[in-house]
């Protein structure tokens, strides 16, 4: 029959895997989801395609297919929900069980489990607990669907641990897919609740933010080349008990156990009690492959499979702990491409030299912060206070500690780049920039409209720019402006019109006490880039500057049109009136000049309109004034 072993005596393929049953059946179980019309061949092929490294044939794909009544009974949704459940409970881990060494790890752990001999919580009393009936809610990130069922659990009356914001209780729970109800061997779980009262939500949206992050380790594992080790992020779910006072709700997750260790956090730290490259390289990779919308973070657990992730994303869609584009500042203002980041292909952050040479790299504290805790008026990097997600306290996870740099680790760090990268989801593409020099050598080149890349380059002056990186809180205002000059070659408007300024000799509201040598011409130079991209301060300076030729040649014509430009947009706070605009415009046309022809009409014309928007304004000395002037001309 048709197989997916590699010809005999060919040396070209990669070495094959033998998936274990459970992560059979759930890649089956998805594409048969996603293709519910496929049948076994056409799920066999697709299997093949997808998973290229395992060892599979079509009478194995044949066999976990009936005996899953996937032949007999189609594509009913409800049923796909069971068996990717099924699949999910039998299974540890879909990339970490494979190879012979773990899976004979992990039918010896289950021995001892089943005998009793090496359960955690044998001793606690847990199994003298009343049995509660629980509904179980479960989300898949890559349907966006959640699938609700009911379970019977065993759960302590206290917590045993607690961290700043969570307390967890030990928790068994039976299999519904096992007909026995022998307590001893149920699965030990770790449930968490709030210390606070918090609304249900909350519980959903952290779930969700788990499973999510789990979709992306499974997206890295598939890269291409292939990672030196697989990750993965362990299963969670929402437990509520219905026949309790008030049906208080729990996040659940399997009890993992072994030495438990923080990579780095949603703040920009970096252990340095371990030297492991997957953890950032997964960081890195979730960046790049979602086209820089989305970032995970706060990696940890223990080996390769982790837990408790937090995400940043462009639109702040994972609650407080998601910084956002500051977030993801600070991860890449510690983070330094490793040889697994170059195997996969990821694209380095452009960092100035001096960050490179001087800028501590383990800098922040290891505890999660919150959005509320990054204010640029007054921030230090003192002013991270500790909101600990995570419960260092929590009986941790599985499988083998790391506290080295494994041989593994680095395989392929040699290799060439890929020529299928697997960043190809960005659609940024910048010119390199290392010095001002290279900034406005290339200035034909940056882009219509600014990416993430550019916010992230902005927020990073932002952080040098009140000293977040110094040991001593001392503002690094070199490396700021480098930053600044990095998201004005992004095309980031903002970042153009605060260089503008500050090449203007003034200082820039955006960015207090950021100063560099005053340069006329690249003051022009950047206020033109803004002012064509739409903003409005930027469009009024060049035309004053056009007005006195600074910078530019002299042109009232050019002053006339972006006054006139500027006017139509709405100000912002603080900004010039749209009325004082179109006035000065109009006093243009009323002289004329060499370059603009004196036109009356004009010139009543715009009086008008700013007598107009005067009086709408409320202003009605300027509206009198501008009313006058239109009956002058």
């Known amino acids: 029959g048709l197989s997916s072993r590699s010809p005999a005596g060919s040396m070209s393929e990669p070495e094959r895997t033998r998936p274990e049953e459970p992560q059979l059946l759930k890649a089956i179980v998805i594409a048969k989801r996603i293709y519910p019309e496929y049948g076994l061949k056409r799920v066999f092929e697709h299997l093949t395609l997808k998973h290229s490294d395992w060892d599979i044939s079509i009478g194995r794909v044949h066999k976990v297919m009936q005996r899953s009544g996937l032949l007999q009974n189609g594509s009913n949704e409800n049923g796909l929900h069971a068996l990717l459940a099924k699949a999910d409970e039998d299974r540890v881990s879909p990339t970490l069980s494979t190879g012979p060494r773990l899976g004979w790890r992990r039918i010896a752990d289950r ?133 309790r006072e008030g049906q208080p709700v729990f996040a659940v997750e399997h009890l993992i156990e072994g030495e438990y260790v923080k990579y780095n956090s949603n703040a920009g730290f970096v252990t340095d009690d371990v030297l492991r490259f997957t953890p950032q390289a997964f960081s890195h990779f979730s960046f790049e492959k979602s086209g820089h919308q989305v970032i995970v973070v706060d990696v940890q657990g223990v080996g390769d499979l982790y837990t408790d992730p937090q995400m940043h994303s462009h639109k702040l869609l994972y609650g407080e702990g998601d910084l956002g584009v500051r977030g993801m500042a600070l991860f890449f203002s510690t983070h330094r491409c490793n040889p697994i980041c170059t195997h996969l292909g990821l694209q380095p952050f452009h960092l100035s030299e001096n960050e490179l040479q001087h800028q501590p790299l383990h800098v922040g504290l290891g505890d999660t912060a919150l959005r509320g805790d990054l204010h640029f008026a007054e921030l230090t990097s003192k002013d991270l206070r500790p909101a600990s997600k995570v419960e260092t306290a929590t009986p941790p996870t599985c499988f083998t500690p790391i506290t080295v740099v494994d041989p593994d680790e680095v395989v392929g760090a040699t290799r060439q780049r890929s020529t299928l990268s697997t960043c190809s989801s960005s659609s940024e593409v910048y010119p390199p920039v290392s010095s ?142 749209d009325y004082k605009l179109l006035g000065s415009a109009a006093e243009l046309y009323a002289t004329g000049s060499d370059d603009l022809q004196k036109d009356l009409t004009k010139a009543r014309e715009l009086f008008l309109q700013a007598a107009e928007s005067a009086e709408a304004q409320m202003a009605g000395r300027a509206s009198a004034k501008f009313y006058q002037r239109a009956e002058e001309v």
């Not at 990750?231 to 929402?238: K, Y």
């Not at 600014?450 to 952080?463: F, K, S």
């Open 111 to 243: 021995i001892r489990t089943r005998s009793g001999t090496d359960d955690p919580w044998r001793d606690t009393g847990l199994l003298d607990r009343p049995v509660e009936r629980a509904t179980r809610h479960r989300y898949t990130a890559a349907t966006k669907s959640w699938v609700t069922d009911e379970v019977e659990v065993k759960i302590e009356a206290s917590p045993f641990a607690h961290g700043a914001m969570r307390e967890c209780f030990r928790l068994k729970k039976l299999s519904n897919f096992v007909t026995s109800k022998d307590w001893a061997t149920a699965a030990n779980c770790v449930g968490k609740r709030y210390l606070k009262p918090t609304d249900n939500q909350a519980y959903y949206d952290d779930c969700k933010l788990q499973m999510d992050a789990k979709l992306w380790a499974e997206e890295y594992n598939l890269a291409m080349p292939r990672p030196p080790k697989a990750i993965d992020i362990i299963q969670t779910c929402i437990i509520s008990f219905p026949d």
């Open 436 to 577: 001002e020099c290279d900034v406005f050598g290339c200035l034909d080149r940056v882009p219509a409209e600014a990416g993430v890349t550019a916010e992230i380059h902005w927020e990073m002056a932002n952080y040098h720019r009140v000293g977040r990186f110094s040991e001593d809180d001392t503002p690094n205002i070199a490396v700021a402006l480098f930053h600044i000059h990095q998201a004005a070659v992004c095309g980031l408007a903002k970042a153009q019109y605060c260089l503008g300024v500050v090449y203007s000799g003034l200082e820039c509201s955006l960015m207090p006490g950021i100063q560099c040598e005053r340069n006329s011409q690249r003051a022009a130079l950047m206020l033109e880039l803004a002012a064509h991209r739409g903003h409005r301060q930027s469009m009024v300076l060049l035309a004053d500057l056009c007005a006195k030729g600074e910078g530019c040649s002299k042109s009232l014509k050019s002053a006339v049109e972006w006054r006139v430009k500027a006017a139509a947009l709405p100000p912002e706070e603080d900004e010039e009136a």
